[in-house]
């Protein structure tokens, strides 16, 4: 091998590893509130680091498993465990996946200066002075992003970052959102814009639509798909695992009451669940059915939401919501029991986590069904 280029690259990847050393000293060195926010910026900026020097084309890329493989026993050794070899290339495409979508005043931070050599930390670009805005673009921990980066579709993606961050999700409940298809669930019942507008601001609740999935997954609940279980069995199921299903019900949810009695003309009534959605200032009723739903069941429900409009909520409340989780349904049977504006929903419920290539084929003909429907 040529002297002259063993050494070139060799002074290279000095300079590089100087860079990187400096990026972690900083952060290291700045007392902030989040040691996540700093640890999600430091591994940001190496990346920034490690994909300017990758770019640098040919002349390098012969080195490359070299230079990671090098950088990783050096920083190990100096700043201990969390920089090998694959966590190297995961900085790389942390940088790759996030960049295009920081505003330009961040940009120009990390812009190159007239010469060849990548700016490096300076008095202009430095950790101290940007980490607020990497903490506003970036709120999660390292751990959300990696497992965020193994979601290939963008607008999914983006979704499930919003909406951990909004509703301070654990890495677990991400998981598990994903795990469930919540995307996908969502998409179903929304057209082109609507799907732009859940990755672009993540779910809105702005109408008693918005909060109803179907079906709702409650998987949580331990109770077997086959196994003979009671309504009462599956509203105690679900009171011992309220946290859990409060996160399958979405944003604003308070629980009131179990078995809600009122009474009118000397009957009385219970009513399985009461919540109040404080986003749109109302209750939501819930009743659970373990068999297919029957247009008494609807009939039911609002009479119901009728007594609470009529008799509980305040004046400056808007309108109760009524919703039935039940195993079957037919959305036929739906559809001409209810008036159109009703505010009385029927979704399906299951103790099982949902096939996610069957709800994305679900996904390619409601859009399919959606773009005939409006050619015409």
Not at 103 to 109: A, C, G, R, S, V
Not at 118 to 139: D, H
Not at 161 to 181: V, Y
Not at 337 to 354: C, F, G, R, V, W
Request: proline share 1%.
């Amino acid at each position: 091998m040529d002297t002259d280029k063993y050494q070139s690259a060799e002074k290279a990847d000095n300079d590089l590893l100087n860079d990187i050393r400096q990026i972690i000293a900083q952060a290291r060195s700045l007392t902030v509130r989040s040691v996540n926010s700093l640890q999600v910026l430091s591994n940001y900026l190496i990346g920034r680091r490690l994909v300017e020097e990758k770019q640098k084309g040919q002349k390098r890329a012969e080195y490359g498993k070299k230079t990671l493989k090098r950088l990783s026993v050096e920083l190990t050794q100096e700043f201990g465990r969390g920089y090998s070899q694959t966590n190297l290339e995961y900085m790389r495409k942390f940088y790759h996946t996030y960049a295009e979508d920081l505003n330009e005043k961040f940009q120009t931070l990390f812009e190159k200066s007239g010469s060849d050599k990548p700016q490096t930390l300076s008095e202009e670009s430095n950790i101290i002075k940007v980490s607020q805005s990497m903490s506003a673009k970036l709120p999660l921990s390292w751990s959300h992003y990696l497992f965020l980066m193994g979601i290939s579709n963008k607008d999914e993606r983006k979704f499930y970052e919003i909406e951990a961050a909004n509703e301070n999700w654990s890495l677990r409940e991400l998981k598990r959102q994903f795990d469930t298809s919540l995307f996908e669930r969502l998409v179903l019942s929304r057209d082109k814009a609507g799907v732009k507008k859940l990755s672009e601001k993540g779910l809105l609740i702005e109408r008693h639509s918005d909060m109803v999935k179907d079906p709702y997954v409650l998987e949580f609940l331990g109770l077997e798909e086959n196994s003979k279980y009671s309504e009462t069995d599956l509203e105690t199921a679900i009171i011992d695992k309220l946290e859990h299903f409060l996160l399958e019900l979405g944003k604003g949810f308070l629980f009131e009451a179990r078995q809600k009695r009122f009474t009118f003309d000397e009957d009385h009534f219970f009513v399985d669940l009461v919540f109040y959605n404080r986003l749109l200032r109302c209750y939501v009723l819930i009743d659970l059915k373990i068999g297919e739903l029957k247009h008494q069941d609807l009939g039911q429900m609002q009479m119901y939401v009728n007594y609470f409009d009529r008799f509980v909520k305040l004046e400056d409340e808007k309108a109760t919501v009524g919703i039935i989780l039940c195993k079957k349904k037919k959305d036929s049977l739906v559809e001409i029991t209810l008036p159109e504006d009703a505010n009385i929903h029927a979704s399906k419920y299951q103790l099982y986590l949902p096939d996610k290539e069957a709800l994305k084929k679900q996904l390619e003909q409601a859009q399919q069904d959606w773009e005939a429907r409006h050619e015409k």
